[in-house]
């Protein structure tokens, strides 16, 4: 019985266990693989005598950077329908990351200033936009996780605006401390790990404690970033975008979208799980 019961639970919390990773995170990750840069440079230098043309310049329109990939001479490999996927999300990316630098001036208030707060607090850690995957030797899983999925859901009970607020202020959360005696797993980690959360409630505003939080929040009801992803987050931040995506509007429907996980309550949150 001891077996089975030990099989149930492994079994429940297997997907916990498994790394995870957005499409944006695999493209930058392939394109190194593939050595993307080594062709496309070049048409930084030289654009009328390069061999391939910059991932800064072109089409916009995921489609046609897919279509683009797939038709082109050069690849050290085949590559597959879902890696040209990855790689269409990492090259959005990288001409998001083009346009909002080559911007005559940036835009003041609202997303783009929380942004530029989470790009100086954030990301250096989390990843490009929230994620994640630097590497954090001594950790569950052994990367810091992004603002998206499995990972991010239990970690903030399901994005609850308590838990992500105590993260952002003091850490960690409350929860981290449940257990008895000595006996306290997220606890344990969280010292063991090289990389550990800062406490930003002497440094940030409690305004911008909020303001990081809605922003975490975006980024886990678009996330993982694919390239509609992207396009959606342009638009919402003000950058144009190409004109065959606006169906990215409707990127998350209410059916993706995770739930918020209620917080236990009463003597169980007292005692811890």
């Not at 954030?122 to 995957?133: E, R």
């Not at 065959?244 to 003597?267: E, H, I, K, N, Y």
């Amino acid at each position: 019985m001891a077996v089975a019961g030990f099989g149930v639970l492994a079994w429940m919390a297997r997907d916990h266990l498994l790394p995870e990773t957005s499409p944006m995170q695999r493209g930058a990750a392939l394109a190194e693989d593939l050595d993307c840069w080594s062709c496309h440079a070049a048409a930084l230098r030289d654009p009328d005598h390069a061999a391939a043309p910059s991932l800064f310049g072109g089409s916009r329109r995921p489609q046609e950077i897919a279509r683009r990939i797939r038709e082109a001479d050069g690849h050290t490999r085949a590559i597959s329908d879902a890696e040209i996927a990855s790689l269409v999300a990492w090259i959005a990316v990288v001409q998001y990351e083009a346009d909002r630098a080559a911007a005559k001036a940036p835009i003041r208030g609202g997303l783009p200033e929380v942004e530029r707060l989470a790009r100086r607090q954030c990301f250096s850690c989390h990843g490009d936009l929230g994620q994640g995957g630097v590497s954090n030797p001594g950790s569950l899983k052994g990367y810091v996780p992004g603002f998206f999925g499995r990972d991010y859901d239990a970690l903030t009970w399901g994005d609850d605006p308590d838990v992500v607020r105590e993260w952002i202020r003091d850490g960690l959360p409350g929860f981290f401390h449940w257990g008895v005696g000595r006996l306290r797993p997220g606890l344990w980690y969280s010292e063991r790990q090289q990389v550990r959360m800062p406490a930003f409630g002497q440094t940030l505003s409690p305004r911008q404690w909020e303001a990081l939080a809605r922003y975490m929040s975006l980024l886990r009801e678009l996330g993982p970033l694919d390239a509609s992803g992207v396009v959606e987050y342009r638009r919402r931040l003000g950058l144009p975008v190409a004109e065959d995506t606006s169906r990215a509007a409707s990127r998350a429907p209410a059916s993706r979208r995770r739930p918020r996980r209620a917080r236990p309550t009463g003597r169980r949150a007292r005692e811890g799980p």
